[in-house]
C-alpha cells in the first residue's frame, strides 16, 4: 500500500480512485494507515465477503490454527464495475502496471 501512496498524485491526476481493502478491523486499518502515511482510504472486510467473491480467500496455518487470510491484490476497475488489470500476490506489490494502465488515453475518457 506504500507503494500505491508513493504514486498517489499520478492515479487521482489520472482520475483514477483508489481504495485499500483489508480483512483487518477498522482500528487496525486506521493505525495501519497512520504508520504507513496512507491518505487514500482503507475499507474493512472483517467477514472476508468481498474477498471470496475476488477469488483470494486463502486459509493458513498459524501456529496450528488454521486462519483465514486474504491473498495479497490489485484490481483495476472502470466506472462501469469491469476488471480491466489484475495482479495477484508477488506481482501486486509493485503498482507500476497499474498506474502505466490508468494514465493510457483510453482510461481517462
Known sequence: MKA???NLTRLEGADTQVLGVSMDSPF???A????????FP?????????TRAYGLAST???????MQVARR???????????LEEQ??????????????????KMKH
Not at 73 to 83: E, H, W, Y
Open 88 to 105: 495477484v500476490d508477488d506481482e501486486a506489490l509493485d503498482p507500476t502496471k497499474t498506474v502505466l494502465a490508468c494514465e493510457r488515453p
Open 60 to 66: 493458513e496455518d498459524v501456529e496450528g490454527v488454521p
Open 32 to 39: 495501519f494507515a497512520q504508520q504507513n502515511g496512507i491518505k
Open 28 to 30: 487496525a486499518n486506521f
Open 4 to 6: 500505491f501512496q508513493q
Open 42 to 50: 482503507l475499507l474493512g472486510d472483517s467477514g472476508g465477503t468481498v
Open 73 to 83: 491484490a490489485t484490481f483495476l476497475i472502470d466506472k462501469s464495475g469491469k476488471v
